[in-house]
C-alpha cells in the first residue's frame, strides 16, 4: 500500500473536504423543499459527537439500543439520553428555522 492509497481518506476528514460540506454546498443552491436537508444536516452538525452517533445508529441504521450502547462503551440508559436530546435538539433547531 503506497502512502498515496489513504489520501482520499485523509481529504474526507479536511472540514472544508468532507461529505458533509460538500453536500451543505451542493444543497445551499437548491429549492426551498431540499434546504430541509441542509436544516437537517446543520442540527446533527451541532450535536455532540456521541449523541450525533447514537442517533444516527439508533435512527438511521435502525442499531437496537443495546448494541449502540455496547458500540459507545456506554449503559443503555445513557445512550437513551443521548438519543432523546439529539432529539429534543433537531426539533428546537427545526422551530428555531420557521
Not at 23 to 29: D, E, I, K, P, Y
Not at 38 to 67: H, K, N, Y
Amino acid at each position: 500500500m503506497s502512502q498515496t492509497d489513504g489520501l482520499p481518506r485523509l481529504l474526507d476528514m479536511d472540514p472544508t473536504n468532507s461529505t458533509y460540506e460538500r453536500l451543505r454546498r451542493q444543497l445551499a443552491t437548491r429549492q426551498p423543499d431540499e434546504v430541509v436537508w441542509l436544516g437537517l444536516l446543520d442540527a446533527l452538525d451541532q450535536l455532540p459527537a456521541d449523541a450525533r452517533l447514537a442517533l444516527l445508529l439508533s435512527d438511521v441504521f435502525e442499531t437496537s439500543i443495546d448494541d449502540v450502547a455496547s458500540l459507545l462503551h456506554r449503559d443503555v440508559e445513557a445512550c437513551r439520553r443521548l438519543v432523546d436530546d439529539a432529539h429534543a435538539r433537531i426539533h428546537a433547531a427545526a422551530a428555531m428555522r420557521k
